[in-house]
């Protein structure tokens, strides 16, 4: 049983939702099958895009205090250590690129047989069918999206 836990969309532009593939692999394929690919370096616009991606947090929650330039250029110096990511028993994660934009897929072991899911996406096109995170107060944004699901834990991990 799949549950969404926010509904503020991060996969490809609605074509299929990628992201919502129970399995981890199947979500990559799905995603690699929507032009995606798994990124081993990055432009600087990619950089750029990721970094937004990875400000969502901030933009949605807690903003630390800090400016929206100030959030930026923390995630802006983040960018290339996701790339050096590794998978442990409890957490997966890539970052994975389509021509400028970017966007990243996690997934956690929250609690014995739960997995928790989360894909954000910057990119500069629009949307369809999904409702972008809004970036008020973050003068030239891209358009941002943010999907958190929950699922059984696979037995094969």
């Known amino acids: 049983m799949i549950r ?3 509904l503020c969309l991060a996969a490809a532009p609605a074509a ?3 992201c919502v593939e129970p399995a981890f ?4 394929a799905a995603l690699q099958a929507d032009g995606w690919t798994v990124a081993t370096e990055l432009t600087d616009t990619q950089a ?3 970094a937004w ?3 969502i947090t901030y933009m949605t929650g807690d903003d630390g205090g800090l400016s929206p330039e100030q959030v ?3 995630q802006r110096r983040a960018a290339p250590g996701l790339l050096r990511r590794v998978d442990t028993d409890s957490t997966r994660s890539r970052v994975l690129i389509r021509g400028d934009d970017a966007m ?4 956690t072991v929250t609690i014995p047989g739960q997995i928790e899911r989360q894909c954000r996406l910057a990119t500069g096109a629009s949307l369809d069918d999904v409702q972008p995170v809004d970036t008020t107060g973050w003068p030239g944004a891209p358009v941002l999206a943010d999907l958190t ?5 696979e037995t094969d991990r």
């Open 25 to 28: 692999a199947n979500a990559l």
């Open 48 to 50: 750029e895009a990721l």
């Open 104 to 107: 990243t897929i996690t997934e």
């Open 149 to 153: 699901l929950t699922f059984p834990q």
């Open 4 to 6: 969404a836990v926010a």
């Open 72 to 74: 930026l250029d923390l």
């Open 53 to 55: 991606s990875r400000a």
């Open 16 to 18: 299929g939702q990628p």
